[in-house]
């Protein structure tokens, strides 16, 4: 009986199988019937669930709601996942399904790899998402659109999110950057998820930051003037695949970006990244302006700091440091020139100033121009600015390097000729103040040189 009910359930098989119509189907199996009358119960309901096509039904409507998902969706995967009911998420973790008591999610972003099954790459993916999810349960977190995108806004949730990313495996990363792609301009301006964007730039794929420049091409400028953006952009500028497409979008807006407090740092970062030329074009016209300006100044000084080919602006900001100087801003652009220009940058300065050094180092900005010099300068340059101060008198005859050194800005310059000066120049200066030292004394700005006088003297003994 048993060899009887196993060919008629292979016939049958093969019919239930076969192309033909129903009417022809049902004649074969009258055919069949006759031979397997003997067959068990468990071939009989065989027969009918072939043939009867409510039955079929019937039978896959028994498997439960998890399962038939997962049947349509072989490359998704659903976990467990026990949140009260108002706490449900949507996509992309998607909305929970809930089965005798427990509620089933569907992960519509994880794609089940290639992997075999006993691979240990498969548990840890799934431990990387249960662990999303708990952050999300634990700090509260809920979205109607995207939970990633939700924890990446949420202060604790951008740390999070970028610590898993520098341990996640490329999968995890890849999967985690395709859940915010959607949302990547909205995170950019956001003010803990442009964390979260800038850590894709730095360990993403080319692929991936191609789709974030996407993301942000047609508001570059906007983004570059925006408090949080700006830093995603200054971020992309580092990253070699994509710096030059944004240069192309900043060209022409230049003047507009160094004179805004988040748009000027881009712009130092092209000039430290990309490209300097371009911003020189733009810029040098107008240099000794946005010298005093409180962001251009800091923009000029990386161009000097990067580009060998700004001496035409140099030679501008130069010709006009009378003025610079004495510029609350300006004054800073001139101490960079010195201090990281060439000997003839320096020494234009210094002749430059020559006729007012006296003035400038009683000024509140210029005095810190005058340390400079000292600083920077040559012994030549140095014994040139004390002869001009030793021999500068004032409007009713006073001793202006006793003025000078009695000033509240003034004794500064002094101090640093006394730490710099070296042989017979400093021993022209000490005998000088040493002089004077009753004057000296009436002031408290001097204090400080009194006492260097005194403690070079005891050195000599």
């Given at each position: ?6 060919r ?23 055919l ?9 119960k ?13 039955k ?6 028994k ?42 999610i ?42 990633i ?14 610590k ?10 890849d999967?985690t950057f ?44 906007s983004l ?29 807006h ?13 712009v ?14 733009e ?49 800073y ?18 002749t430059e100033?020559?006729?007012n050094i006296?003035?400038y ?12 010099c ?43 000729l ?5 042989g ?24 400080c ?13």
């Amino acid at each position: 009986m048993f060899e009887k009910s196993n060919r008629g359930m292979q016939t049958i098989s093969h019919i239930a199988r076969s192309n033909v119509n129903s009417n022809d189907k049902q004649k074969e199996f009258s055919l069949c019937e006759t031979n397997i009358q003997t067959m068990d119960k468990e071939c009989t309901d065989i027969i009918e669930d072939a043939f009867n096509p409510i039955k079929c039904t019937t039978w896959q409507s028994k498997k439960n709601l998890v399962d038939r998902i997962e049947e349509d969706h072989p490359t998704h995967k659903s976990i467990e996942y026990n949140i009260e009911e108002k706490k449900i998420v949507l996509p992309p973790i998607g909305r929970g399904l809930k089965e005798k008591g427990k509620r089933h999610i569907l992960l519509n972003s994880i794609k089940i790899d290639s992997f075999s099954s006993g691979s240990s790459e498969e548990p840890q993916k799934e431990q990387f998402f249960e662990e999303v999810l708990a952050f999300a349960k634990k700090r509260g977190i809920t979205s109607s659109e995207n939970l990633i995108c939700a924890i990446s806004k949420d202060q604790e949730g951008s740390r999070f999110i970028q610590k898993k990313l520098d341990s996640a495996t490329i999968e995890e990363i890849d999967i985690t950057f395709e859940e915010i792609c959607p949302w990547i301009s909205e995170l950019i301006v956001d003010l803990f998820g442009n964390y979260v964007v800038q850590k894709f730039l730095e360990i993403g794929t080319t692929e991936q930051r191609e789709k974030i420049f996407f993301a942000m091409e047609s508001t570059i400028i906007s983004l570059a003037l925006h408090m949080y953006g700006c830093r995603v952009i200054q971020k992309a500028l580092e990253c070699k695949d994509i710096n030059r497409k944004i240069v192309e979008k900043i060209k022409g807006h230049v003047i507009d970006l160094v004179c805004d407090q988040n748009g000027n740092h881009v712009v130092q970062k092209c000039v430290e990244c990309v490209d300097s030329d371009f911003v020189i074009k733009e810029f040098e016209e107008d240099a000794v302006s946005l010298s005093r300006h409180r962001y251009g100044c800091r923009v000029i000084q990386r161009i000097f700091e990067n580009s060998t080919k700004c001496a035409s602006a140099i030679d501008k900001i130069i010709s006009n440091a009378k003025l610079l100087v004495e510029d609350q801003y300006g004054n800073y652009v001139i101490q960079h020139i010195l201090e990281k220009g060439t000997h003839a940058h320096k020494r234009k300065i210094i002749t430059e100033l020559s006729d007012n050094i006296a003035e400038y180092s009683i000024h509140k900005f210029a005095s810190n121009v005058m340390e400079k010099c000292v600083i920077c300068g040559t012994s030549e340059d140095r014994r040139y600015m004390l002869k001009q101060l030793k021999s500068a008198v004032g409007p009713a005859g006073e001793d202006l390097l006793v003025h000078i050194t009695m000033d509240k800005f003034g004794n500064y310059v002094v101090q640093r000729l006394l730490d710099v000066l070296t042989g017979a120049d400093k021993e022209v200066l000490m005998s000088h103040l040493r002089a004077n030292i009753a004057d000296l004394k009436k002031s408290s700005y001097a204090k400080c040189i009194i006492s260097k006088l005194a403690l070079l003297d005891s050195k000599k003994e």
